[in-house]
């Protein structure tokens, strides 16, 4: 099934004069260049002069991802005026917040005059690649595996785990991936964070959605963990492929319960958390896991736990094809309580105590 692969010799490249000169209405944009600083920054570079005072000079900019509108951002970078200038403007993510690796960036410049003269590069394309590493690729359907560490046989696995985890989400829900994939195997937890601009000290694992992007930290020694954490993670991309929608997302609890419940059969420690919490009388509602889990370790683990006992209850119960009528049901754009009751005919709270009833929780 794997169809090829290819070594990536990944080199910085200065793209210079990429459609120079421009030249409209006594403008000439001389020369640019850009130089991308994973994962922190990209420096984008222009000289241009004019018959008379440049005024304005800046930089439109957009990145090629999932979204219902277009949105194109603006730099305006700073320079004496003048009839010679070269100038800069930089992208700090620090501040914006950063991308996942191989993201797509568009831009061009424009330069305006003291005259009303105005003047613009043509749309270029930037690929924002993690240059610190050396990645080989495999490819097979609609995901793309990249890795660094480790050898073939080990990539093979991981893309085996990812086909099936893609082929047993459809068998339980009928859903399935709609678009291509990006899978990012960095060679540690430690690797995959130095390439995000805030981690969390606990990220192993991370799917950027909107870029149709996963990145997990992966060593050899890790292989069955990471059998897990990319079951999980195919799992969050595939459900948000086919619910994506301008309106209304999916809860948290259906969102990590179809995760957790794909991954397989719980471990202890989110399995000891829901038997304590089902003896106690301590589990948390349905309504309260609609809203993003709690950072606290124990509530987090519970959390998880009832989401992925939720999910198993419905689907025991009521079967895959309601699960995928829920599924399409979001995304319409419909409501939390609308898109249950339209599928199984009750609300939120119904399905807390029918799911509860069915664990023996008190």
Same mark, same amino acid.
Request: zero cysteines; proline letters at 3%.
């Given at each position: 099934?794997?169809?090829?692969?290819?070594?990536?010799?990944?080199?910085?490249?200065?793209?210079?004069?990429?459609?120079?000169?421009?030249?409209?209405?006594?403008?000439?944009?001389?020369?640019?260049?850009? &130089?991308?600083?994973?994962?922190?920054?990209?420096?984008?570079?222009?000289?241009?002069?004019?018959?008379?005072?440049? @005024?304005?000079?800046?930089?439109?900019?957009?990145?090629?991802?999932?979204?219902?509108?277009?949105? &194109?951002?603006?730099?305006?970078?700073?320079?004496?005026?003048? @009839?010679?200038?070269?100038?800069?403007?930089?992208?700090?993510?620090?501040?914006?917040?950063?991308?996942?690796?191989?993201?797509?960036?568009?831009?061009?410049?424009?330069?305006?005059?003291?005259?009303?003269?105005?003047?613009? @590069?043509?749309?270029?394309?930037?690929?924002?690649?993690?240059?610190?590493?050396?990645?080989?690729?495999?490819?097979?359907?609609?995901?793309?595996?990249?890795?660094?560490?480790?050898?073939?046989?080990?990539?093979?696995?991981?893309?085996?785990?990812?086909?099936?985890?893609?082929?047993?989400?459809? &068998?339980? @829900?009928?859903?399935?991936?709609?678009?291509?994939?990006?899978?990012?195997?960095?060679?540690?937890?430690?690797?995959?964070?130095?390439?995000?601009?805030?981690?969390?000290?606990?990220?192993?694992?991370?799917?950027?959605?909107?870029? *149709?992007?996963?990145?997990?930290?992966?060593?050899?020694?890790?292989?069955?963990?990471?059998?897990?954490?990319?079951?999980?993670?195919?799992?969050?991309?595939?459900?948000?492929?086919?619910?994506?929608?301008?309106?209304?997302?999916?809860?948290?609890?259906?969102?990590?319960?179809?995760?957790?419940?794909?991954?397989?059969?719980?471990?202890?420690?989110?399995?000891?958390?829901? *038997?304590?919490?089902?003896?106690?009388?301590?589990?948390?509602?349905?309504?309260?896991?609609?809203?993003?889990?709690?950072?606290?370790?124990?509530?987090?683990?519970?959390?998880?736990?009832?989401?992925?006992?939720?999910?198993?209850?419905?689907?025991?119960?009521?079967?895959?094809?309601?699960?995928?009528?829920?599924?399409?049901?979001?995304?319409?754009?419909?409501?939390?309580?609308?898109?249950?009751?339209?599928?199984?005919?009750?609300?939120?709270? &119904?399905?807390?105590?029918?799911?509860?009833?069915?664990?023996?929780?008190?």
């Amino acid at each position: 099934m794997i169809k090829k692969i290819v070594g990536l010799v990944i080199i910085l490249v200065i793209l210079i004069g990429f459609s120079l000169p421009v030249n409209a209405a006594g403008i000439t944009i001389k020369n640019t260049s850009v &130089t991308p600083s994973f994962p922190g920054s990209i420096k984008f570079d222009i000289s241009a002069q004019s018959s008379t005072t440049i @005024t304005d000079v800046r930089l439109h900019y957009s990145v090629e991802a999932s979204s219902f509108i277009d949105v &194109t951002a603006e730099g305006v970078a700073q320079f004496t005026p003048g @009839t010679s200038v070269t100038t800069s403007w930089t992208w700090d993510m620090v501040r914006s917040g950063g991308l996942p690796t191989g993201t797509v960036v568009n831009y061009w410049w424009t330069v305006k005059d003291a005259s009303g003269g105005s003047a613009s @590069t043509t749309l270029t394309q930037l690929k924002f690649d993690d240059t610190r590493y050396s990645w080989q690729e495999i490819t097979s359907g609609y995901i793309n595996l990249f890795w660094y560490q480790g050898n073939r046989s080990f990539a093979d696995t991981l893309m085996t785990t990812a086909q099936n985890a893609v082929a047993n989400l459809e &068998t339980q @829900t009928g859903a399935t991936l709609q678009k291509s994939v990006n899978l990012y195997i960095y060679g540690s937890s430690s690797d995959l964070q130095g390439s995000m601009i805030y981690p969390q000290d606990w990220t192993g694992g991370v799917t950027f959605s909107q870029f *149709n992007t996963i990145a997990i930290g992966i060593s050899p020694s890790q292989l069955d963990w990471g059998k897990g954490a990319i079951a999980h993670e195919m799992t969050h991309l595939v459900i948000h492929q086919i619910t994506d929608n301008p309106y209304n997302g999916i809860p948290p609890w259906l969102d990590e319960g179809l995760a957790m419940y794909n991954q397989g059969p719980l471990d202890t420690s989110f399995s000891n958390a829901l *038997n304590i919490a089902i003896s106690s009388g301590a589990l948390l509602s349905l309504q309260t896991l609609s809203s993003p889990f709690s950072a606290y370790s124990q509530i987090s683990y519970l959390s998880y736990a009832e989401s992925y006992s939720a999910v198993d209850y419905l689907i025991k119960t009521y079967g895959k094809d309601k699960m995928f009528q829920l599924l399409d049901a979001y995304r319409q754009g419909t409501t939390n309580n609308d898109a249950l009751m339209k599928v199984y005919g009750f609300d939120t709270q &119904t399905l807390t105590t029918k799911w509860k009833t069915s664990i023996g929780a008190k």
